[in-house]
């Protein structure tokens, strides 16, 4: 259960540590040994939210079978979404894919510490313009 539970810890902590985070939210956590889940709301500094969900299992390791962070405007509009739900095996990356606005488009498997990173880009490349 350890693994598990340090697994959400390490999450919690990028979350904590992030400097596009202002607050947050917990909505669930879940453990048992052998299971962990993590539901959040991420407020954001440029007004806009990010929810994540992921959820893991161990097995010799942990082993993340699930996320979703979906990433929304002030009005609570979709800016992008990305998740591995296996519902559009068409894309050359299933199940990993982002929904838009507009399109699903392919994407590689994302982490928290991924998106929160491509989301400071792009909060800096809104900023510079």
Not at 40 to 66: C, H, M, N, P, Q
Not at 95 to 109: D, G, L, R
């Amino acid at each position: 259960m350890y693994r598990i539970v340090g697994y959400l810890n390490e999450l919690e902590s990028l979350i904590c540590l992030s400097d596009i985070v202002i607050r947050w939210e917990l909505i669930e956590r879940g453990v048992t040994p052998l299971t962990g889940y993590l539901s959040v709301k991420l407020f954001l500094i440029d007004g806009t939210e990010l929810f994540v969900i992921e959820y893991a299992v161990l097995d010799k390791e942990v082993k993340r079978l699930k996320y979703k962070y979906h990433w929304q405007d002030k009005k609570g509009k979709l800016i992008a979404r990305w998740d591995n739900i296996p519902h559009h095996p068409e894309l050359d990356t299933f199940p990993n894919h982002k929904h838009t606005p507009k399109s699903i488009e392919v994407s590689e498997e994302l982490t928290l510490e991924k998106i929160l990173e491509l989301i400071r880009k792009e909060l800096k490349n809104v900023y510079r313009n």
